[in-house]
């Protein structure tokens, strides 16, 4: 059975203060990392999708690696906007279904 | 032109009742889910579809029954409801394996 897990669970930051955050994961044959952003009474939404270690995606401020045991997500000098939820999630060759970690909640703080 | 879209968005009701949730995409997608995420914010696949054929069910209660009339609806009955049913659904679509798009979530409590 895939699982996730996510660390920290909370991450209180000052703005400015770069930080990354651990998507540990155990899947049969990956199809597919994916991170999520999600606001509070949002649904999530759609950040990036690494295939392969050694993988990088970037999008403003933030940056998704990928090994085949871990993803991080970086984040460089977080502005306030950048406080959410941030989810992990697995899809392996068993099913077309995506296993979330718990999710880790990002507070930047001016 | 919301991609995904739930409705209702809140949803109050006492146990023992029957409730829907509609789920809508304009995507295009070929596959739809339910997921529920719990009051520790862990969000776990229910059911899926793809193109009207229910392809995952995962481990839920059969007091929680999926249709889908076609590819782009994506209902969700539930019956006679208990307090641990309380929690945010999520609709959510993808095309060919693709990323999910989530709808909005249904914030069901049951009192």
């Known amino acids: 059975e895939d699982q996730v897990t996510q660390s920290p669970e909370a991450l209180r930051l000052q703005e400015g203060e770069s930080s990354s955050l651990n998507c540990s994961y155990t899947?049969?044959?990956?199809?597919?990392l994916f991170w999520y952003r999600q606001d509070p009474g949002k649904g999530p939404e759609f950040l990036f999708t690494?295939?392969?270690a050694g993988e990088e995606k970037e999008k403003e401020r933030l940056k998704a690696t990928l090994t085949k045991k871990e993803s991080f997500l970086h984040i460089t000098a977080p502005k306030p906007e950048d406080s959410a939820t941030y989810l992990c999630?697995?899809?392996?060759?068993?099913?077309?279904?995506?296993?979330f970690g718990g999710g880790t909640r990002v507070l930047v703080k001016p | 032109d919301t991609a995904v879209s739930q409705t209702p968005k809140y949803l109050v009701t006492q146990m023992g009742n029957d409730k829907s949730i509609k789920c809508e995409q304009n995507?295009?997608?070929?596959?739809m889910y339910w997921y529920k995420q719990d009051s520790k914010k862990f969000l776990k696949i229910m059911f899926s579809?793809?193109?009207?054929?229910?392809?995952i069910n995962e481990t839920v209660p059969n007091r929680f029954s999926p249709k889908s009339p076609d590819k782009a609806h994506l209902n969700l009955h539930i019956n006679s409801l208990e307090l641990g049913d309380s929690a945010v659904y999520f609709c959510?679509?993808?095309?060919?394996?693709?990323?999910?798009?989530f709808g909005q979530g249904t914030r069901l409590t049951v009192v």
């Open positions: 690494l295939y392969s």
């Open positions: 995507l295009g997608h070929d596959t």
């Open positions: 899947v049969s044959g990956l199809r597919g």
């Open positions: 579809y793809n193109n009207k054929e229910l392809i």
């Open positions: 959510a679509s993808t095309h060919r394996g693709s990323e999910a798009f």
């Open positions: 999630a697995v899809k392996g060759a068993a099913g077309n279904k995506l296993t």
